[in-house]
């Protein structure tokens, strides 16, 4: 069976796209291919990379240039099953549903939810872009092959007008949590960290601030959004404690986490990350080491379930310096949490079963 990933957004070493579905099918005897933008065409672990030029002049060209030009090259594959990533394909995904294909919208996120929070959008118009992309979506969906998505929730959404939902989460690979055998030692730094996105609503300010209450150092790897951001937290006295890295490959990230006491994942309560299921999380716990976590309801359920971690009201920098500190003072403690999240990561909370999952969602398409 031959099958073609469009991507007009994410690069073609994407996490999720690549390492995860694409080789997973490849693996499974799957035909695969990929078409992403300015990219170099190749042929890796079993995936045929396509390549199409990209748009450079702003989040508005990419839309629509490079949106097209990722189409006509996903056309030439002449595909059983289509499978798109980037909301901005849905038209493309519809036409391709159209033409007699099987096509499979795979939504990484809730965006209706998430447009409310993107601060690039005037506050203004925010709710009425949100329901007229929720309204869009959803005409989509209805006509559409198949929907694959992150969480039960999201999941529940599109259930409503297409029968063929699947979860398939976002966990991490298997193969890096083997990688990572040496994490659970007793011998750690005194140090925390947070690798991802650096923006507002990610909860860095109040983490660096939290800083200042401690004894203990911050890795912070990642790129700072918008520039006038990363000024205002470089401001704060906290960021005397904290060792900037900026963007890391996997092998770096694999490396901080083994030397780090704990992993901090204290997201705002936006109205997307409520509901999310955030792989850092989950990569943590791979790693070995506990986790300080937002308090929100399905993260509480998995950090409690799995006595992994600590959960914090992540708009408190004060309570998120005292569960770094509760660990930091307590060793015996933090080892004890980065074994049992270690221990559910390989029981439950690893990409294994989400492949099997994918493979059969793909044979009932």
Known sequence: MKVCHLTSAHPSDDIRIFHKECVSLANNGFEVYLVVA????????GVNVLSVERSTRGRLK?????????????LEVDADIY?????????????????????????????PKQIMDKHWIPSLFRGL???????????????????????????ARFSEVNKQVQMVANYPLIQEGEQMKTSIIDKKLNQICYVGGLFPTRGV???????????????????????????EVRGLSGWSKVNYLGHVDRQKIMTILQSSIAG??????????????PIKLFEYMSAGIPVIASDFPMWRAIVDECACGICVD??????????INTLIS?????????????????EKYNWSAEEKKLVEFYRSI
């Not at 300015?38 to 672990?45: M, P, T």
């Not at 408190?316 to 310096?321: F, M, R, S, T």
């Not at 307590?330 to 390989?346: H, I």
């Open 205 to 231: 300010k109040e983490l660096v601030e939290a800083m200042e209450l401690t004894n203990a150092t911050l890795e912070l790897a990642g790129n700072f959004s918008p520039a006038e951001f990363e000024q």
């Open 83 to 111: 499978h798109f990533h980037d909301p901005e394909l849905l038209p493309y995904g519809m036409r391709l549903q159209r033409k007699g294909k099987k096509v499979i919208y795979d939504v990484h996120e809730d965006v």
């Open 330 to 346: 307590n060793p015996e403690l933090a080892r004890e949490m980065g074994e049992n999240g270690r221990k559910a990561y390989f």
């Open 129 to 155: 872009i949100s329901w007229i992309f929720k309204k869009y979506e959803m005409y989509c969906a209805k006509r559409l092959s198949g929907i694959i998505s992150v969480t039960p929730i999201i999941c």
């Open 38 to 45: 300015d990219e170099k065409s190749r042929i890796e672990n």
């Open 314 to 323: 992540p708009l408190n920098h004060k309570e998120i310096a005292e569960a």
């Open 264 to 277: 901090i994942v204290t997201l705002h309560p936006t109205r997307s990350y409520v509901e999310a299921l």
């Open 62 to 74: 990419r839309m629509f240039k490079t949106t097209r030009s990722v189409y006509q090259k996903a």
